[in-house]
C-alpha cells in the first residue's frame, strides 16, 4: 500500500511539473521580437520586487541581503601587512540594480550589460591588525559600510540542454567585472574604543580604502556571479526554451 501511494505521489509530481503554467510575474518575450532586448529588460524589472524576498514556489532564494560567510584579507609584508578577517557580511541593496547597454542573442541566449548600483550597504564583523601608512590598526568589533558608485560589466552565456524531449538552456557561470568608485568604511571598538584612536584611524583607512576594496572585490564578483546565475537557472531550468522565448 505504501509502495502504491509513493507511486502516486511521483506521477502526481511529474504530471504537475510537466503542466506548470508560467506564472504572471514571468513576462514572456517572442524570440522574434524586434524589440526583445527592451522586452527581456521589462521582465527583469518585473521580477525585481519579487526577488527581494525569493520565489519559493521556483526555489529562487532571497537577494536582500546578500550574505559573505568570511572574507579573510591576508598580504603585504611586516611594513605594509593587511591582515583581516570579516564574517557574517550582510550587503543591503542588490535589489536596487539598474541595468544598461543591455543585448541578448535569442537563439543562442547569449546576454551582455551592465550593472550599476548607486550604493550598497554593508554589515558584519571584524578582527583586524594592519599597517597603513604609519598607523598600526589593531582590533576587533563591528564593521559598517557604503560602496558607491558601483558598476558591473557582465556576460551570461549558455547551452541548450534536452530533458524528457524538450529544450532547455542553462546558464554558464556569469561572469562579472566590478568597478566601485567610492567606498565607506567604519570599524568599531578600533584599539579598544579609544574615542580619538578610533576615528582618527577610521579616517585614515578611508583615505586608503583602496586597500580593502582591491582585496574584497573579486570575492563580490564570485558571491553576485553565482546569485545572479543561480536565479537564472531556476527559471530557465523550470520552463522550456518555447516557453519562455516562443518563435510564434
Do not use: W
Not at 162 to 178: G, L, R
Request: charge should be neutral.
Amino acid at each position: 500500500m505504501y509502495i502504491y501511494i509513493t507511486r502516486i505521489c511521483m506521477v502526481c509530481t511529474i504530471f504537475a511539473v510537466a503542466f506548470a503554467e508560467i506564472p504572471s510575474y514571468i513576462k514572456i518575450c517572442n524570440r522574434n521580437d524586434p524589440e526583445i532586448n527592451k522586452c527581456v529588460l521589462n521582465s527583469i524589472d518585473q521580477l525585481r520586487s519579487k526577488l527581494v524576498t525569493g520565489i519559493p514556489e521556483l526555489e529562487v532564494p532571497a537577494i536582500e541581503p546578500l550574505v559573505l560567510k568570511q572574507v579573510r584579507l591576508l598580504r603585504g609584508p611586516q611594513a605594509a601587512r593587511l591582515d583581516v578577517n570579516l564574517t557574517n557580511i550582510q550587503i543591503f541593496g542588490p535589489s536596487t540594480f539598474k541595468i544598461r547597454d543591455f543585448k541578448i542573442d535569442p537563439k543562442d541566449v547569449f546576454l551582455t550589460f551592465k550593472v550599476g548600483f548607486q550604493k550598497l550597504d554593508f554589515k558584519g564583523k571584524y578582527q583586524i591588525n594592519a599597517q597603513i601608512l604609519l598607523l598600526n590598526l589593531v582590533g576587533e568589533g563591528g564593521l559598517t559600510g557604503t560602496f558607491f558608485d558601483y558598476e558591473c560589466d557582465c556576460l551570461l552565456k549558455s547551452h541548450k540542454i534536452i530533458k524528457n524531449n524538450n529544450t532547455y538552456v542553462n546558464f554558464e557561470k556569469m561572469k562579472f567585472d566590478i568597478k566601485i568608485n567610492k567606498a565607506i568604511i567604519n570599524l568599531d571598538n578600533l584599539f579598544g574604543g579609544d574615542p580619538i584612536l578610533g576615528p582618527a584611524s577610521n579616517e585614515v583607512l578611508n583615505a586608503n580604502s583602496n586597500f580593502l576594496v582591491d582585496e574584497i572585490k573579486p570575492i563580490l564578483e564570485e558571491s553576485l556571479s553565482d546569485l545572479f546565475t543561480n536565479i537564472a537557472n531556476k527559471i530557465t531550468g523550470t520552463f522550456t526554451y518555447d516557453e519562455l522565448f516562443p518563435g510564434n
